[in-house]
């Protein structure tokens, strides 16, 4: 199993990035958070889980070890898959997500896209007991509340992917109609891409 990669970003798309080790390029999927921190040419050390199918082995990639251990609990409570884990990670923090499965809070579980009030249960469920010691943390902020800015660093995140700067408006209309939560803008622009897939 391939834990770590450290090397040079040689690119970097919507889902995953390229990962330079030693002449070989590593294709990573990561979420919007992990990917916000990567910059073409730059060093970066990414924590990986690795998927093994019949027909593909795949590569996850997350800032710290605790998310990635976190992506690799979240898949063995019943019918969790690498998708919903890691829209999981980019919906909430980590410790948001561990104190909503100890304390059994399945309203902030269900804020994950593709989870469900039952799924929100079995989650709980299986996992309550893997948990471990929760340090508790303070209030999330409130519904809405976003970070200053987010528009145009949204604006400009989407520009940078390759929407046009009307595209990247409409969605900013949309995150704003819809009232869309968002803790910080990577959480923000991974929304705003969502939106433009729709159309």
């Known amino acids: 199993m391939i834990a770590q990669l450290t090397g040079t970003v ?15 390029g590593y294709a990573v999927h990561a979420g919007a958070r992990t990917l916000a921190d990567l910059k073409v040419g ?3 050390v990414l924590h990986t889980s690795t998927i093994v199918r019949e027909d593909s082995i795949t590569l996850f990639g997350f800032n710290d070890p605790d998310e990635r251990d976190l992506f690799e609990l979240l898949q063995t409570a019943q019918k969790i898959g690498p998708r919903i884990a ?3 990670l980019d919906s909430l923090r980590p410790d948001v997500i561990r104190h909503a499965i100890a304390t059994g809070d399945t309203a902030t579980l269900s804020r994950i896209p593709g989870v469900g009030k039952k799924s929100a249960e079995r989650i709980v469920l299986d996992l309550a007991d893997k948990i471990g010691p929760v340090v508790e943390t ?3 902020k409130q519904s809405g509340s976003r970070p200053g800015g ?11 992917l390759g929407w046009s700067s009307k595209d990247a408006q409409t969605a900013i209309e949309k995150l704003d109609a819809e009232g869309v ?3 910080d803008v990577p959480t ?3 929304q705003a891409i969502r939106l433009l897939g729709k159309r």
Do not use: F, I, M, N
């Open 10 to 24: 040689a690119a970097v798309g919507e889902s995953y990035a390229v990962v330079d080790v030693a002449g070989v």
């Open 42 to 44: 730059s060093k970066v």
């Open 86 to 88: 890691g829209d999981a």
């Open 138 to 140: 303070a209030a999330p």
């Open 150 to 160: 987010w528009r145009s660093q949204v604006g400009q995140g989407l520009q940078a």
């Open 181 to 183: 939560d968002g803790a």
């Open 188 to 190: 923000l622009l991974k």
